[in-house]
């Protein structure tokens, strides 16, 4: 249910906080040490480089704006978007008696991104930020460890993959004649795809979202995903699906990776076909989709769509590669619920139709299936290898 304007706005709080402590040419800000672990609290961060800040009691999401420049933030969570661009931090933004705590080092890149220039050094007690910057942009803290006056995009080394079987439990996916379902066929494809991961991609953790016939809400699906994310690693996002179309004679399997602005019609019915689960979902505080929230929760960066499409376009090759009894209907783009919200790389396949007569008796022998999951492998394994070369260029 959409919720309306008035009602959705009396669960935000702006806090609009006093800028007596803000100074055009230094930045001073208190770090605090809680259990270890280095924090700066957003009502310091927003008096000290006058800021304003807001949270979202519903969604418990904040923000931190100044002009032009925003920052999104959620407890919990260790990841942040700060002007457009990913921030990774070693442990996640927190809650202490009311009062929301940041990660020393994303107050440091908020800085750094409000005010470009600046070059910030650690004290013993405190974040200082000033002007004029050392030469070449960079200078040592106390520790001796060089900081960055400007926050550059991670391109942080794979260390997980994502693997998302569609549908499941009360949710069926599609279906097929003789009541063949989406459900068991993606289930049974990831699980062997997962296998194949398991025994070649040492080092990388393989997880599945689902690993039984259970029912999953699609934005838990990339909540698991995101949970996986530390400082230094990052991962991807594999959702497999089994397409279906009221012509028995559309055939092959694609790739889509998410944008707001569909390839074209039938990418468009695609989404709307995966996306009809919402209506099997429990609705809670916070879980409509609104346009302001869609778009917070896509957190479309650049980075995050070149990586989504080289992903699937790497899938798609390599599934025409070894799938070439069927057909190859290309990468598109289309608006996935499942897809939203995702901080990685992240692709949902369609490895077949499930009303075509050729491709539904395919998809349910085991044979097939295992070339599947070994195209999707190999896709993945495509990727990581651009992907670790890009790194290494960087």
């Given at each position: 249910m959409r919720k309306s304007g008035?009602?959705?706005?009396?669960?935000?709080?702006?806090?609009?906080?006093?800028?007596?402590?803000?100074?055009e040419h230094n930045i001073s800000i208190p770090v605090l040490n809680i259990d270890g672990k280095d924090y700066v609290s957003l009502h310091a961060l927003s008096a000290g480089t006058a800021s304003d800040a807001?949270?979202?009691?519903?969604?418990q999401r904040g923000k931190l704006f100044r002009g032009t420049h925003v920052t999104v933030f959620q407890p919990g969570m260790t990841i942040l978007l700060v002007d457009g661009r990913l921030s990774r931090s070693p442990y996640p933004v927190r809650r202490r008696e009311g009062e929301i705590l940041l990660p020393e080092k994303a107050a440091r890149e908020i800085i750094l991104s409000f005010f470009p220039g600046r070059t910030c050094t650690r004290t013993r007690n405190s974040l200082e930020c000033a002007l004029p910057p050392e030469k070449n942009g960079r200078q040592a803290d106390e520790s001796g460890v060089p900081v960055r006056t400007t926050p550059d995009r991670h391109n942080d080394r794979i260390a997980f993959i994502i693997l998302d079987p569609g549908h499941g439990g009360r949710d069926p996916g599609a279906i097929g004649k003789g009541g063949v379902q989406e459900k068991g066929i993606t289930l049974s494809v990831t699980r062997k795809l997962e296998k194949l991961m398991r025994a070649n991609f040492k080092g990388i953790r393989v997880v599945l979202t689902r690993s039984s016939d259970t029912f999953l809400e699609l934005g838990r699906r990339t909540e698991i995903a995101n949970s996986h994310l530390k400082n230094g690693e990052?991962?991807?996002?594999?959702?497999?699906?089994?397409?279906?179309?009221?012509?028995?004679?559309?055939?092959?399997?694609?790739?889509?990776?998410?944008?707001?602005?569909?390839?074209?019609?039938?990418?468009?019915?695609t989404s709307a076909l995966e996306n009809n689960v919402v209506i099997l979902e429990e609705k809670k505080p916070g879980s409509g989709r609104d346009d302001a929230e869609h778009m917070e929760a896509m957190m479309l960066t650049t980075q995050i769509q070149k990586e989504s499409s080289m992903l699937a376009e790497t899938m798609q090759a390599e599934l025409a590669r070894l799938l070439t009894d069927h057909k190859a209907r290309g990468v598109r783009k289309a608006d996935f619920f499942v897809l939203r919200g995702s901080l990685m790389p992240a692709i949902l396949v369609e490895i077949g139709f499930i009303t075509n007569s050729a491709e539904r008796a395919s998809l349910q022998k085991d044979a097939y299936q295992d070339r599947v999951a070994e195209a999707l492998y190999h896709g993945v394994a495509a990727f990581l290898k651009k992907y670790n070369s890009g790194s290494k260029n960087k």
């Open positions: 008035k009602v959705y706005a009396a669960f935000i709080i702006i806090l609009f906080l006093p800028r007596s402590l803000f100074s807001s949270l979202d009691l519903v969604t990052n991962g991807i996002f594999v959702s497999v699906h089994v397409n279906a179309s009221v012509s028995p004679r559309i055939s092959g399997y694609e790739t889509y990776f998410l944008s707001q602005n569909p390839s074209n019609e039938e990418a468009r019915a």
